[in-house]
């Protein structure tokens, strides 16, 4: 998950060409895209621009572990409040455009799973879901309902990208 604090395409930082990867945007905003060529003239250029990425890389490869760890140990309702607080971060917004259907393939699970897990958060009064529309509405709730994996991700952002 990328917000305004990174980049897709960070393989580029190591001299890879490609990875079998695919992105989706699930946002509106604004991005930039820059070609390789003048990407790698300017990294070689920067060595403020290199340490940033490095940084930047070192969270990228702490959070794919956390979130395999996560996936292995962690309860449904768990990793969809972590997923919930990782979205409002990088959106900024307290409101955002997602089905349970999209949550579900997100997170690996069945969509029953997420509409239970989503049911119980909106019955406490922590998020409201209406129409493909959620709003967070109790962000501490929603902290105190996520897994430790969301406040470990939290202190390493706030470590390696001040």
């Known amino acids: 998950m990328v917000g305004s604090e990174g980049?897709?395409?960070?393989q580029v930082t190591l001299a890879?060409?490609?990875v079998p990867l695919q992105a989706n945007v699930r946002g509106s905003g604004t991005a930039w895209r820059?070609?390789?060529?003048?990407?790698?003239?300017?990294?070689?250029?920067?060595?403020?621009?290199?340490?940033?990425l490095n940084c930047y890389l070192q969270v990228t490869l702490l959070q794919f572990t956390s979130e395999a760890r996560c996936v292995r140990f962690h309860q449904i309702d768990q990793r969809l409040a972590r997923w919930l607080l990782m979205t409002?971060?990088?959106?900024?917004?307290?409101?955002?455009?997602?089905?349970q259907a999209l949550i579900a393939h997100l997170l690996g699970v069945r969509r029953v799973g997420i509409a239970k897990?989503?049911?119980?958060?909106?019955?406490?009064?922590?998020?409201?879901?209406?129409?493909?529309?959620l709003t967070i509405v109790d962000r501490i709730g929603l902290e105190s309902q996520?897994?430790?994996?969301?406040?470990?991700?939290?202190?390493?952002?706030?470590?390696?990208?001040?």
Request: proline residues 3%; positive net charge; hydrophobic residues 40%.
């Open 117 to 133: 897990a989503a049911g119980a958060l909106q019955r406490s009064g922590i998020i409201r879901y209406a129409r493909g529309v």
């Open 34 to 52: 820059v070609a390789t060529d003048p990407f790698n003239r300017e990294l070689a250029g920067s060595r403020a621009l290199r340490q940033s």
């Open 146 to 162: 996520s897994c430790a994996c969301y406040e470990a991700a939290r202190k390493t952002y706030a470590r390696f990208m001040p």
């Open 88 to 99: 409002h971060d990088r959106t900024h917004a307290d409101s955002f455009s997602v089905t």
């Open 16 to 18: 890879v060409d490609s």
């Open 7 to 10: 980049m897709i395409g960070l």
